[in-house]
């Protein structure tokens, strides 16, 4: 069974609130990776906001978070935050997206993402934004 994982959506300040809750919950970031760091695709100013970050909760469990890039707008209270499913294949994943999916708008359809998972990004038919996450076994 998938795994689900709170993700925090920020305008610019999310790194300021990771370590507020790296703080708060006594962890270390598990994972931080910037714009900058993946692709030349993104604006000049946001090379240094976060793409994503992760900390561990204990029992399986992670909170995940980002800046929203410019050309997602603005996000308002209430709406900054997705839920993210981590997959246990790319069959999962697919279900998942497609069953999710149904009456809703995807996003960004089910493929391989620059940090080399199997991802997609949708957003349900009552409007709930759905990140769908499968990470390949590591090599080696």
Known sequence: ????????NFNGNCEEAFNFYKDAFGVP???LTRFGEMDNTCAEGE???IMHVSIPLG???YLFGSDRPAHFGPGTAGDLFNI???AENEAEADKL???LSAGGQPIMPMGKAPWGAYFGMLNDKFGISWLINYEYPKQG
């Open 1 to 8: 069974m998938a795994a689900v994982n709170p993700y925090l």
């Open 29 to 31: 970031f598990e994972v």
């Open 47 to 49: 090379k240094d906001k």
């Open 59 to 61: 029992h399986g469990s």
């Open 84 to 86: 993210a499913i981590a």
């Open 97 to 99: 997206f497609t069953n």
